[in-house]
């Protein structure tokens, strides 16, 4: 199977990988797992950054935009798996459990 690009199976498998993200976050019960399929999504994301940053119709290797929107993205999702996990042990102290169906009340 032969690509055009390097482009084009770079962007394949950042398909792939977000598809498997988000059936594994709409599917799973735990909220870790969820925590889990977003984290898959995000690298997703990150894969396309560096992706069109390289293989882009104007690639500049002087120009550090791709980097750099990769290296935002993989803080903003630091901050989301630390708050995240914040509120998953919080909820689990409270309420004995990481099952997202049998957390049904949000009250302190």
Do not use: C, Q
Not at 1 to 6: L, N
Not at 49 to 66: C, E, K, Q, V
Not at 70 to 79: H, K, P
Request: net charge positive.
């Amino acid at each position: 199977m032969g690509f055009a690009s390097p482009l084009a199976a770079y962007l394949l498998v950042a398909a792939l990988l977000f598809a498997i993200g988000l059936a594994g976050a709409l599917t799973r019960r735990n909220a870790i797992l969820v925590l889990i399929g977003i984290e898959l999504m995000l690298n997703a994301a990150n894969l396309n950054f560096i992706a069109f940053w390289r293989y882009g119709p104007h690639p500049n290797p002087d120009s550090l935009t791709g980097m750099m929107f990769a290296i935002f993205s993989i803080a903003v999702a630091a901050a989301e798996a630390a708050v995240g996990l914040g509120l998953v042990i919080s909820i689990y102290r409270h309420a004995k459990t990481t099952d997202l169906d049998r957390i049904n009340r949000m009250k302190g």
